[in-house]
């Protein structure tokens, strides 16, 4: 009991002072005009108040170290290494409900990341631009990449250590986008229209220590439209998957495949909102067949401090047909401070309630804390 204590009060404090010492640690530093390095250090700490029988309330943290080189050697080239390092897991490895309260790469998930063998490289990839008109370029990437950098982004909830916590509202429950493996995107960019085709082959475990490989496919389309209002971005999108995952009747294989769609506007210079939909088939073994998600950002502008911010947002998802969930509902709302130039403090807290066809339903309140320095 001791030993746990202390491990989570050192998860916690630790990036703690490094938002306090801070203005004295942090730097993006610019080896020259093509090669930048820069870092994160975000620390969090959650308490998990669970009305689930069987399930005692708990307190974990986390801390993640975020480091990665871009190089340009020209205008048209680019290179990009991320690495990650965490200690910890937080409430996710004991969480009772289909959503994880924090969406980041966390210890477990840095080891034999995808069955690969390899720790703690995220991405590794090259990307060359063509210029084809000064309104319509062609990018096409190659390498380790991530696809929640390219399908279902979002300018108001996208971001794990910066934003929402919660999984539901960084990306998409049912789009099934996987990260930090092989792949290629082709980014087609025309004035205020986008066009994003992306094609990976990564691993999922099918069962304890067992990895299965599947082609993961994604195209999506988006407009970026600026008026009186403010800027506003519109997507919408579709995935599917080889022949890879369990039926229902567990004698076959079936596809993931679905569409979405993710917007966000901003309503002034104070207000902005965002909405995600998406329907995905559930002819493989799924949780949620649809899922529906929309909130509002409050810039700090509000109350003098343009670098605070705060975030309110609901989600709801529908179970498969023959799923054990029926339902989940999930909120979150969070409140971040700009502490220095260079760091920041988040207070946040989430509901979770999964309505289930047999068992219990289950809910619980997840209040944290987050800690985040950049350099």
């Known amino acids: 009991m001791f030993f746990k204590f202390k491990k989570n009060f050192i998860l916690t404090i630790v990036p703690f002072l490094f938002v306090v010492l801070s203005p004295f640690l942090a730097f993006a530093y610019d080896v020259n005009d093509k090669l930048r390095i820069e870092g994160t250090l975000t620390g969090v700490s959650q308490y998990g108040d669970f009305d689930v029988d069987g399930i005692d309330n708990a307190d974990r943290g986390a801390a993640v170290l975020d480091l990665g080189m871009n190089f340009h050697p020209s205008d048209s080239d680019e290179f990009q290494i991320t690495l990650s390092y965490a200690d910890g897991n937080g409430l996710n490895p004991i969480f009772p409900f289909s959503l994880v309260p924090f969406a980041d790469d966390l210890e477990d998930d840095l080891k034999d990341i995808n069955g690969r063998n390899r720790d703690y490289l995220l991405e590794a990839w090259y990307k060359h631009t063509f210029v084809l008109s000064e309104n319509v370029s062609l990018g096409i990437t190659g390498g380790i990449i991530d696809s929640t950098g390219y399908i279902d982004d979002n300018n108001v909830a996208n971001d794990e250590c910066g934003q929402f916590m919660n999984e539901v509202f960084v990306n998409h429950r049912n789009v099934n986008l996987p990260s930090y493996d ?4 082709v980014e087609l960019d025309i004035s205020g229209f986008s066009v994003r085709g992306l094609v990976m082959n990564t691993k999922y475990e099918s069962d ?5 490989n599947y082609n993961y496919y994604a195209l999506q389309i988006g407009y970026a439209l600026d008026t009186a209002l403010g800027k506003g971005n519109y997507r919408i999108y579709g995935f599917t998957t080889g022949k890879r995952f369990l039926d229902w009747d567990e004698t076959g294989a079936e596809r993931l495949q679905g569409i979405g769609i993710s917007a966000d506007q901003q309503l002034s210079s104070i207000i902005g909102v965002f909405a995600r939909l998406g329907w995905q088939d559930n002819a493989a073994v799924i949780d949620h067949e649809a899922a529906y998600s929309g909130g509002v950002n409050i810039n700090g502008k509000l109350w003098g401090r343009e670098n605070d911010e705060i975030g309110i947002g609901y989600a709801y998802l529908t179970g498969a ?31 979770i309630r999964d309505d289930m066809n047999h068992d219990d339903n289950r809910d619980g309140v997840i209040y944290g804390i987050r800690a985040k320095a950049y350099f």
């Open 182 to 185: 092989l792949g290629g995107v």
């Open 208 to 212: 304890e220590d067992t990895f299965k």
């Open 321 to 351: 047909d023959k799923a054990e969930i029926d339902k989940t509902n999930a909120l979150e709302a969070y409140a971040k401070l700009q502490i220095t130039p260079f760091s920041d403090i988040t207070f946040d807290v989430q509901y």
